[in-house]
């Protein structure tokens, strides 16, 4: 049975970086957001038809999905005013923002316990609400108004980097499950997060950095080496020496690569200043 909440979890942090991305003016990163909102929607569509998805959920995420491509697409093409406090875009990443704080905090609960309290994702969204709300009426100080315009990517960040860790513990509390891992599936994953990292570090985007480097990291090489550690009831590892040891050279390989090329370009002595120079965003989409 497919998961119906991690398409969902995977469709929100797609859909939050996608306007997060537009608001950057980052086409090539938001075409690749946009293919994730749709293929999202395509698994939930056909988990919906299986049954296991209520239909009152199913219709909210069509509603999302028209409205994610219409804002962001009239973003993109300069119909939508983005200034001012009560503009169509300011009240969409407003809207972003709250439903991200509220998921994050939700998954977090219910990944490492067994309650299926909602408590959690209440308390969040009610304080995002009070935010929003407090941003309308009031001059909020410059460090809430910066939180504030990127919440959305920063919650989105945090879901993608809530989801290898919630398949890494179950893969050394259950050892069992790594016969269902495809090795294919983390090479993608590490190929696809590492073509993100050079432009997070031209762009010295300290959100977008974090997010990539950590999938790359984790979602990638972190699953290739727990299905290295892990052994079948043969005592026969999932994945032999010879492969692991290629793939960890190629990944620390690259990032070392890039680290380098990245300096060098900007005429950096040193390859840790790439790392130095990333700043939190001061755009995201929400004007003041």
Known sequence: ILSAEGYFVSFMGNAMLMSYFVSRGERGAVLIQGLGVASNFAMLTQIYMAGFLP????????????MCFSVNIAKLCGWLESSGRRSVWSFWQSFLGIAGLAV???VLWQTFTDSTSIMPGAIAGCTGIGLAIAAQVFDLP??????????GACTA????????????????TNPASLEGLSQLSCVLAMVGNAMMVPRALFTQ??????????GYMLM???????????????????????PFAA??????????????RNSRSKGWSSMGKSVQSLQWPTTGGVST
């Open 157 to 172: 960040t945090l879901l993608f980097m809530l989801q290898p860790v919630a398949q890494l513990v179950s893969n050394f």
């Open 104 to 106: 994050v905090p939700q």
């Open 247 to 260: 793939a960890t050279v190629l990944a620390f390989g690259y990032f070392a690569f890039v680290l380098i």
């Open 55 to 66: 239909a009152n959920l199913y219709k909210g995420v069509i509603l999302s999905t028209v």
């Open 205 to 214: 985007d300290l959100i977008w950095f974090s997010g990539s480097t950590w």
């Open 220 to 242: 990638g090489w972190g699953q290739l080496l727990s299905l290295y550690l892990g052994k079948d009831p043969t005592g026969v590892r999932f994945l032999s020496a010879a």
């Open 142 to 151: 410059q460090p809430l108004v910066r939180f504030r315009a990127t919440l």
